[in-house]
C-alpha cells in the first residue's frame, strides 16, 4: 500500500502543480508577453515560482492519491479481503499516516527555510519584469507608445531592409505645450550594442517644436521652431536589457521570511506601536494637565477640587469677557482643537500601518502551520472517501478530490481576508479552514471504519428511485450448474394460491377508489398481507430460478418488484404519518403519491396473476 500511495502521490503532485503553475501564470501573462525576455531569465522564474507553489501542491497530492490508493483497494476487492482477515482500517492505514505525517513535516521545512528565500527571488524578478520595457515591434497604420515620450506611427514596413515609410513621431518633452511633431519620408530604426538607446536616422523630413517657456508663459504670441532636413538621426532612451530589482524592500514583506525572523519582526512592530502609545499618553496629559512648574501637584489639586465645589460656569465667565476677547478665545480653542485632531488622525493612520503589519506577520506563521496539518487532514479525508466510494483510476477521484480543494480554498481565503482586514482574529482566520475540515475527516473516518454506505451511490439511488416510484426489472438467468431441480407442481400449487389470495385481496380493498385521508393519516392500521404474498412469491421464482426450461425462465423476468407498504400509508411511524398531514402540501403530496401507488399495485397483481397462469400452463405442459 505504501508503495503504491507513493507511486501515486509523484504523479499527482507534479500534475497539482503543473496546474496551480498554469493559474498563476494565467494572472501574469500581460507582465510577460511581449518583454523579449530570454529563456534562462523564464527558465529562474518559472523555477522560482514551482518552489514558492510546492505547499499549496503537497495537500492536493495527499487527497487526490490516498483517495486513488484506497479506491483501488476497494474496487478489486482488496480492501474486503484485509477486512476479513481481521485488519481493521485503521491499523490499515497507519503506514500512510506516518508517510502523511512526514511529508506535513517536510511541507513546514519547505516553507520555513526554502520558500522564503523563492518567494524574494520570484518577486524581485517579477517586479523587474515589469520594469523591463517592452520587445520593440513597431507595428503598421497605428500609433505605437513602446518607446517612452514617443508617439510613433509608421504607415509601412518593409519586412527586409527594415526601412520605415510614411514616419510621423509626437515627442513629449515637459508637456503638450512644447511637443514637437517630426514628419519624414522613410526612416531605420536600430538598437545600441548596449541595448540602452535607439538610434532612429530619418529622411527627407521637417521637424515642428514650440519654444514655449515659463517667462513666455502668459505670452499669447509664443514662437515655435521649423527645421527641414534631408537626413536626421535621433537618439531615443530605450532600455532593452533585463536588470534585477532591488531586494531591500522585498525582503522586508512577511512572505520572504521565517518564522524566527516573523516572530522577531513581530515582538518589533509591537515596540515601535507601544512607543508611539506611550508618547501619544504623554504628550495628552502635558496638554490637559499643563501647570506653571512654580505651582506644586498638591496645590494644583487643591485648587481644582475648590473649583468643582464652587461649580464655576465657564458660560458666565465667557459673557462677562468682551466680544473680541470671546472671539479669540473661541479661535484659539478651535485651532487647538483642529491640531489635536489631525494629530489623533496621523497616530491612527500610523497605529493601523503598524496593526496592519502586524498581523500580515502572524498571519504568515499561522499558514506555515495550517497549511503543514492540511496535508494529515486531507489524507483521512482522501483515504477514508476512497474506501466508502471504492472507485480507482482517475475519473470519480478527481471529482471529489476538486470539490474537497474548493471548499478548502474558499474556507482558507474567507478567512484569511477577513483576518487581514482586522474584521476576524487572526487565529480564527487561520483556523477556520481546518476547524471545518478535521470533523468532517472524523466523521469519513468513522463511517469508513464501520463500513458505512453514507457515501454509497447505489444506495442514494435506490432511495430515490424507491421515492419517485422507479423500479429496475428483474434478470434471471439460466445457472450452469443446478445443485437441485426445482418442485414443478408444488410451485405449481403455490402459485395458483397466490392467484386466489390476489383477487381476494383487491376485492377486499378496492384499489381503485381512493382511500379515506383520515384513515391513511390518523389511524394506523398495519397491513401485512402484500408483504406475505410477496416473501411467497419470491420464494417460488427463486426455487423456480433453478429451471433449464428457457420458456419458465421468460415467464419469471416478467414478474414485476412489487413495493409492498407503499399503497397504505406515507410512514411506517404514525406520528410521521400525522406531521406529514398536518403540514398541507406535503400531506397532499404524499397522498397523491399513495394513490399512484394503489393503482400499480392493482396492475402489478394483474401481472402476475397473467404471469402464474402462463407459468403453471408451462409446468402441466412439461410433466405431460
Not at 536616422?201 to 515655435?224: I, K
Not at 497549511?371 to 477521484?397: D, E, M, Q
Amino acid at each position: 500500500m505504501l508503495r503504491q500511495f507513493s507511486a501515486l502521490f509523484a504523479g499527482t503532485f507534479f500534475i497539482s502543480l503543473f496546474v496551480l503553475m498554469m493559474q498563476f501564470v494565467w494572472k501574469l501573462v500581460n507582465d510577460l508577453i511581449g518583454k523579449g525576455l530570454s529563456l534562462e531569465v523564464l527558465g529562474q522564474f518559472f523555477w522560482y515560482m514551482g518552489l514558492t507553489m510546492v505547499p499549496q501542491a503537497l495537500p492536493l497530492a495527499v487527497l487526490l492519491s490516498s483517495l486513488i490508493t484506497m479506491g483501488n483497494l476497494g474496487e478489486s476487492s482488496e480492501l474486503t479481503a484485509i477486512k476479513a482477515s481481521g485488519i481493521s482500517l485503521v491499523r490499515c492505514l497507519r503506514s500512510l499516516f506516518l508517510a502523511s505525517v512526514f511529508i506535513a513535516c517536510c511541507s513546514f521545512y519547505f516553507q520555513n527555510e526554502i520558500g522564503p528565500n523563492a518567494t524574494s527571488q520570484m518577486r524581485q524578478m517579477l517586479f523587474s519584469m515589469r520594469q523591463k520595457s517592452p520587445e520593440l515591434e513597431i507595428p503598421q497604420g497605428v500609433f505605437y507608445n513602446g518607446i517612452p515620450n514617443c508617439n510613433l506611427y509608421v504607415q509601412r514596413k518593409d519586412m527586409e531592409t527594415g526601412m520605415l515609410y510614411g514616419v510621423m513621431i509626437y515627442r513629449m518633452t515637459q508637456s503638450y505645450e512644447d511637443a514637437a511633431i517630426i514628419l519624414a519620408d522613410s526612416g531605420m530604426l536600430q538598437s545600441t550594442a548596449e541595448k540602452r538607446h535607439l538610434l532612429l536616422t530619418l529622411h527627407n523630413g521637417e521637424w515642428f517644436e514650440n519654444m514655449r517657456s515659463q517667462e513666455l508663459a502668459g505670452n499669447a504670441n509664443v514662437p515655435y521652431r521649423r527645421e527641414s532636413f534631408t537626413k536626421k538621426v535621433i537618439v531615443l532612451d530605450f532600455d532593452d536589457g533585463f536588470n534585477l530589482a532591488e531586494m531591500s524592500s522585498i525582503s522586508q514583506s512577511a512572505l520572504a521570511q521565517g518564522i524566527d525572523e516573523l516572530r522577531f519582526h513581530i515582538d518589533s512592530i509591537r515596540s515601535a506601536g507601544d512607543s508611539i502609545g506611550r508618547e501619544l499618553q504623554n504628550s495628552m496629559r502635558q496638554s490637559m494637565f499643563h501647570e506653571p512648574s512654580d505651582i506644586k501637584k498638591k496645590d494644583s489639586l487643591h485648587a481644582v477640587t475648590v473649583t468643582a465645589k464652587k461649580l464655576v460656569s465657564v458660560d458666565s465667565i465667557m459673557q462677562k469677557l468682551p466680544l473680541g476677547r470671546q472671539k479669540d478665545v473661541l479661535q484659539r480653542v478651535s485651532n487647538k482643537l483642529t491640531l489635536a485632531k489631525a494629530d489623533l488622525e496621523y497616530r491612527s493612520l500610523v497605529a493601523d500601518d503598524y496593526n496592519r503589519s502586524e498581523r500580515e506577520c502572524r498571519l504568515e506563521v499561522w499558514k506555515k502551520y495550517t497549511l503543514s496539518l492540511t496535508c494529515v487532514i486531507f489524507f483521512f479525508i482522501g483515504a477514508s472517501l476512497g474506501a466508502i466510494i471504492r472507485k480507482g483510476g482517475l475519473g470519480v477521484p478527481v471529482i471529489i478530490s476538486v470539490l474537497v480543494f474548493i471548499v478548502f480554498y474558499i474556507l482558507d481565503n474567507t478567512g484569511f481576508r477577513m483576518a487581514q482586514q482586522g474584521s476576524w482574529t487572526v487565529a480564527f482566520g487561520r483556523g477556520l479552514a481546518p476547524g471545518v475540515l478535521i470533523p468532517l475527516a472524523a466523521f469519513v473516518t468513522y463511517k469508513a471504519n464501520k463500513d458505512s454506505v453514507v457515501f454509497n451511490m447505489d444506495a442514494y439511488r435506490n432511495f430515490f428511485m424507491a421515492l419517485l416510484g422507479m423500479r429496475q426489472k428483474r434478470n434471471i438467468s439460466s445457472k450452469e450448474v443446478v445443485i437441485n431441480d426445482p418442485d414443478y407442481l408444488r410451485d405449481a400449487q403455490r402459485l395458483a394460491d397466490i392467484n386466489m389470495q390476489l383477487a381476494a385481496y383487491a376485492e377486499e380493498h378496492h384499489l381503485v377508489r381512493l382511500p379515506n385521508p383520515i384513515t391513511v393519516f390518523f389511524r394506523y392500521k398495519p397491513d401485512h398481507d402484500v408483504e406475505r404474498m410477496s416473501e411467497e412469491l419470491e420464494a417460488v421464482i427463486d426455487d423456480l430460478g433453478n429451471t433449464r426450461d428457457r420458456y419458465v425462465l421468460a415467464y419469471l423476468n416478467q414478474y414485476p418488484i412489487v413495493s409492498e407498504k407503499a399503497h397504505t400509508r406515507p410512514f411506517e411511524t404514525p406520528w410521521m404519518n400525522v406531521a406529514a398531514a398536518i403540514l398541507l402540501p406535503l400531506g397532499v403530496v404524499l397522498y397523491i403519491r399513495m394513490c399512484r401507488f394503489r393503482l400499480r399495485l392493482l396492475r402489478d397483481m394483474k401481472q402476475i396473476s397473467r404471469t402464474n397462469e402462463q407459468v403453471i400452463e408451462r409446468i402441466r405442459t412439461m410433466e405431460k
